[in-house]
């Protein structure tokens, strides 16, 4: 009974490619070293693998991915199957996973970003409502030194009218001083 699982072999180059199931090549394989011949439906299995290798003898490593990365010098003629493999369906939970992780990581940017925004538009109000203050206190300024030049216009203009009912009075005082001085 198959397992479900795709096995693959790497030549020499490290070319990997799919082959037939576990237990087709384990059988094709027991049975080639048996008999030194292959007589079931897997027989172009072992002749394709002598004709890629220019008719010599051949030999087989079965293996996990990771005892496979461990062999130093591989053989060029060795047939390497790797039992372990990664399926499209793992590819793609670790994609799945790596979009999740990007995913995570830009939505923590944006808040980020969002509360750098938040706090550029609060800073931008503040600043924009100090500029209107500064507006009314400049405008307030202006009316305070309009009045007061009002004020002081008035005031110049009620001392002047004073100096000259002053001038006006010591007139009269002078007149009055005459008319005495010429009764006496």
């Known amino acids: 009974m198959s397992d479900g699982k795709k096995y693959y072999c790497f030549c020499g180059s490290n070319c990997k490619y799919e082959t037939m199931t576990k237990e087709q090549i384990l059988a094709a394989i027991a049975q080639a ?4 011949e292959v007589r079931d439906v897997d027989t172009g299995f072992v002749t394709q693998i002598k004709e890629k290798n220019g ?13 496979y990365n461990a062999i130093a010098n591989k053989e060029t003629n060795c047939m390497y199957i790797i039992t372990d493999d ?29 509360d750098l925004n938040g706090r550029v538009t609060t800073a931008n109000s503040t600043a924009d409502t100090a500029m209107m203050l500064i507006e009314a206190v400049n405008d307030d300024l202006q009316n305070v030194k309009t009045n007061a030049n009002e004020v002081l216009n008035a005031h110049n203009i009620s001392i002047n009218a004073l100096v000259e ?4 009075l010591q007139s009269q005082i002078d007149t009055c001083m005459m008319l005495i001085e010429a009764l006496s």
Request: proline share 0%; hydrophobic share 30%.
């Open 33 to 36: 070293v048996e008999t030194g």
């Open 55 to 67: 008719g010599s003898y051949v030999s087989f490593w079965v293996g996990t991915q990771a005892q």
């Open 165 to 168: 009912q002053c001038k006006s």
């Open 86 to 114: 990664t399926t499209a369906a793992d590819l793609e939970n670790k994609l799945d996973n790596t979009i999740k992780n990007a995913n995570i990581v830009l939505n923590e940017h944006n808040e980020k970003l969002n």
